[in-house]
Nanobody, 127 residues
């Protein structure tokens, strides 16, 4: 089992940058695929980015491709999401999620494929 805690959210102007992080407990962090999802008010939670346990495979939603970068440090049990060129439509609560059912090289984008979730961190982009 793994516990996840997000940090780094905040308020930023459009065009700015923000970095959110996910810290995980446990000694087998490298076995877990990590995904970032977000949920805006009145909308369903959606996939943003994911990284495999080994860190060698990443996947992004089309809406953030080229602007967001996901990375992980297995030695420190952390995953970060660097968000650049932020837009007002990026405003949402950002959640990190983990699952180890897919091996260390795969990533999946479906919300229901992740077993463990953090509490979320608010990201607000002003226009």
């Amino acid at each position: 089992q793994v516990q996840l805690v997000e940090s780094g959210g905040g308020l930023v102007q459009a065009g700015g940058s923000l970095r959110v992080s996910c810290a995980a407990s446990g000694r087998t962090f490298s076995r877990y695929m990590i995904g970032w999802f977000r949920q805006a008010p009145g909308k369903e939670r959606e996939f943003v980015a994911a990284i495999s346990g080994s860190g060698g495979t990443t996947k992004y939603a089309d809406s953030v491709k080229g602007r967001f970068t996901i990375s992980r440090n297995n030695g420190e049990n952390t995953v970060s999401l660097q968000m650049n060129s932020l837009k007002p439509e990026d405003t949402a609560v950002y959640y990190c999620a983990a699952d180890k059912s897919w091996g260390t090289r795969m990533v999946v984008t479906t919300l229901t494929d992740y077993d463990y979730w953090g509490q979320g961190t608010q990201v607000t982009v002003s226009s």
